[in-house]
């Protein structure tokens, strides 16, 4: 409150955004805050990082989910208490088994609300035709129109291919998760494919700005438009329109079946990979399991106004669940995107070097690592390191004189 004061008292404060009115954004709020976002997010997807509020702390939904993403989320809480990361959970859980979408409904208000979450894969286990995917629905509903996952080796772990380093970008929203579908007649069941020039332009251009503003070299779009002429035809055509104000960056384009045979025998030709939604769950599963398993990497969901973080390949984990062996390194990656997006780059510093040490120096694995360690001795080993660290907290210049 101090600091609020003295910043109205110096004329210093910006506009914040109101719970009640998550989207409530001034120009000059905009254009102060601007130092807060990469380069690339104000160019292309202009996603607006609640303002902390409460002593320089942000609200976070967090979605569990079902299998091991209510351990998986305990962990991180436990973490973030240990090393004061300024983050209030608001956590939800969504039934899978009701046949309403009463919380799925309250738990898109919540995201909308607060502007950010961290969220385990949801399962819709109702079969009934009126319940939809509620992890599609959160997207489509939040129009988080692309994913990024980065696909990166770590020294020391079992592989197939090391010093992999592929950036996954596809669209979110639209292909065949697009969920409309309906039987024409008695026995004959039509899936609509949805590609749309908007969507379509929006992943282009952020994969080529991420190449561009990440020292990338050349971006891949992964297609079938040689049976899909005019859905995946519009993608591809669009990616190629994009490519045009992106002249010193190299453009090639792959049929989604030759990807994968690729991918096995000589993932290191691949740098940024530009597809569509069920291409990437496809790619990045592959790619996953080429350099590790689904225990490692983790994947960020961004629109124009909201930012989602979960693990990459959004696997559920039942078999494993309860039994102390589930890898939480993908969970605890998608935490520390969160607080790199929120601009608690120290604490997301500080966590990462713990983790990459229990991992890669000390050699603390769960078993789909070949190792033999449980979860709790992964999260006890990194609280170990971070009491041997310290954070330094960003200050600004309230109180200087000029």
């Given at each position: 409150?101090?600091?609020?004061?003295?910043q109205?008292?110096?004329?210093?404060?910006?506009?914040?955004?109101?719970?009640?009115?998550?989207?409530?954004?001034?120009?000059?709020?905009?254009?102060?805050?601007?130092?807060?976002?990469?380069?690339l997010q104000?160019?292309?997807?202009?996603?607006?990082?609640p303002?902390?509020?409460?002593?320089?702390?942000?609200?976070?939904?967090?979605?569990?989910?079902?299998g091991?993403?209510?351990?998986?989320?305990?962990?991180?809480?436990?973490?973030?208490?240990?090393?004061?990361?300024?983050?209030?959970?608001?956590?939800?859980?969504?039934?899978?088994s009701?046949?309403?979408?009463?919380?799925?409904?309250?738990?898109?208000?919540?995201?909308?609300?607060?502007?950010?979450?961290?969220?385990?894969?949801?399962?819709?286990?109702?079969?009934?035709?009126?319940?939809?995917?509620?992890?599609?629905?959160?997207?489509?509903?939040?129009d988080?129109f692309?994913?990024?996952?980065?696909?990166?080796?770590?020294?020391?772990?079992?592989?197939?291919?090391?010093?992999?380093?592929?950036?996954?970008?596809?669209?979110?929203?639209?292909?065949?998760?697009?969920?409309l579908?309906?039987?024409?007649?008695?026995?004959?069941?039509?899936?609509?494919?949805?590609?749309?020039?908007?969507?379509a332009?929006?992943?282009?251009?952020?994969?080529?700005e991420?190449?561009?503003?990440?020292?990338?070299?050349?971006?891949?779009?992964?297609?079938?438009?040689?049976?899909?002429?005019?859905?995946?035809?519009?993608?591809?055509?669009?990616?190629?329109?994009?490519?045009?104000?992106?002249?010193?960056?190299?453009h090639?384009?792959?049929?989604i079946?030759?990807?994968?045979?690729?991918?096995v025998s000589?993932?290191?030709?691949?740098?940024?990979?530009?597809?569509?939604?069920?291409?990437?769950?496809?790619v990045?599963?592959?790619?996953?399991?080429?350099i590790?398993?689904?225990?490692?990497?983790?994947?960020?969901?961004y629109?124009?106004?909201?930012?989602?973080?979960?693990?990459?390949?959004?696997?559920?984990?039942?078999?494993?669940?309860?039994?102390n062996?589930a890898?939480?390194?993908?969970?605890?990656?998608?935490?520390?995107?969160?607080?790199?997006?929120?601009?608690?780059?120290?604490?997301?510093?500080?966590?990462?070097?713990?983790?990459?040490?229990?991992i890669?120096?000390?050699?603390?694995?769960?078993?789909?690592?070949?190792?033999?360690?449980?979860?709790?001795?992964?999260?006890?080993?990194?609280?170990?390191?971070?009491?041997?660290?310290?954070?330094?907290?960003?200050h600004?210049?309230?109180?200087?004189?000029?």
């Open positions: 409150m101090a600091v609020r004061l003295a109205r008292l110096m004329k210093t404060q910006t506009p914040f955004l109101c719970r009640s009115y998550p989207m409530l954004v001034t120009k000059e709020k905009t254009e102060d805050v601007a130092h807060t976002k990469s380069s104000k160019k292309v997807t202009v996603t607006d990082i303002q902390a509020q409460y002593g320089g702390r942000h609200a976070v939904t967090m979605l569990p989910g079902g091991i993403g209510p351990e998986l989320m305990g962990y991180v809480r436990e973490i973030f208490a240990y090393c004061g990361a300024p983050i209030d959970f608001e956590v939800i859980d969504i039934d899978p009701t046949e309403g979408n009463h919380d799925l409904e309250y738990a898109i208000t919540s995201i909308k609300r607060n502007g950010v979450a961290i969220k385990g894969n949801i399962e819709t286990k109702s079969q009934t035709l009126t319940e939809i995917s509620r992890n599609v629905a959160i997207r489509n509903e939040l988080l692309v994913n990024v996952v980065h696909c990166k080796s770590l020294p020391g772990i079992p592989a197939h291919h090391k010093d992999v380093d592929i950036v996954l970008i596809r669209q979110n929203t639209d292909g065949e998760y697009a969920m579908e309906h039987e024409s007649v008695k026995g004959v069941v039509e899936s609509m494919k949805v590609v749309t020039v908007e969507n332009e929006r992943v282009a251009r952020y994969a080529f991420f190449a561009r503003q990440n020292g990338r070299k050349k971006v891949t779009t992964i297609h079938k438009a040689n049976i899909m002429k005019m859905s995946d035809g519009l993608f591809l055509e669009v990616a190629k329109k994009v490519h045009k104000d992106y002249p010193e960056l190299k090639d384009n792959m049929i079946d030759n990807t994968c045979m690729q991918l000589n993932p290191h030709q691949f740098d940024v990979m530009n597809m569509t939604n069920l291409y990437g769950t496809i990045s599963n592959v790619i996953c399991g080429l590790g398993g689904a225990g490692l990497l983790s994947g960020r969901n629109g124009d106004h909201y930012a989602i973080f979960e693990p990459g390949t959004r696997n559920t984990g039942t078999a494993i669940a309860g039994k062996i890898n939480p390194f993908a969970m605890i990656n998608a935490s520390i995107d969160m607080l790199n997006h929120l601009g608690h780059k120290e604490h997301a510093r500080v966590i990462q070097e713990a983790s990459y040490e229990t890669v120096d000390r050699g603390i694995r769960t078993p789909d690592l070949g190792g033999t360690n449980s979860s709790t001795d992964v999260v006890h080993s990194i609280l170990d390191i971070l009491s041997n660290k310290r954070v330094n907290w960003p600004g210049n309230f109180f200087c004189q000029n």
